[in-house]
């Protein structure tokens, strides 16, 4: 009887996930990255990989907007009430919270993401990480934007952080949609 390959690749990928969970959840967001850039190393393209971009904006102003954005935008508390087809209504609470951390050669913005309805055993107290960006001048008028994922789940975090350290959209995520 044979195998159907496809099967013995969802099985690797299963097993590389159950044991990369053995070593927990990051607890900061120098585990974060390394968590990402591990992930991607085993998974591949069916990971989210770290995206680099740079941005023709100096530094201090980039800096600038991600903590004033941040501050506006992801101290966020989303409420969630659902009815299932059995008539059975679930509640949850989601609360993001967003870390900013700059100094003249580096600013950091962590978004991290505690959940009523998820056990996350091993996540720290304010919440799984979620996404990590570092901004870092490299000229007068030009800054290296590192953004780290959990998953595709936080395309909305994402697209949001590129669009702020760009300039060109500075509007609030409806983390609603998320």
Request: some cysteine.
């Amino acid at each position: 009887m044979r195998c159907d390959p496809s099967l013995n690749k969802l099985a690797v990928i299963a097993a590389a996930l159950v044991l990369g969970g053995c070593g927990g959840m990051p607890k900061n967001a120098e585990e974060f990255r390394q968590f990402t850039l591990e992930r991607t190393r085993v998974l591949g393209a069916m990971s989210v990989a770290k995206e680099t971009f740079e941005v023709e904006r100096p530094f201090r102003e980039v800096s600038s907007t991600l903590q004033k954005k941040a501050n506006e935008c992801l101290k966020v508390v989303v409420r969630r009430t659902g009815t299932d087809k059995y008539g059975y209504t679930r509640s949850s609470v989601d609360t993001f919270k967003p870390t900013f951390i700059a100094s003249s050669g580096k600013a950091e913005l962590h978004v991290q993401l505690k959940r009523s309805a998820v056990v996350e055993v091993g996540a720290p107290p304010d919440g799984a990480y979620r996404v990590v960006l570092d901004a870092t001048p490299v000229a007068a008028k030009q800054t290296r934007i590192d953004i780290y994922t959990m998953s595709v789940d936080d395309s909305l975090l994402q697209r949001t952080l590129r669009g702020w350290a760009r300039g060109d959209n500075l509007g609030c995520p409806d983390l609603t949609k998320r």
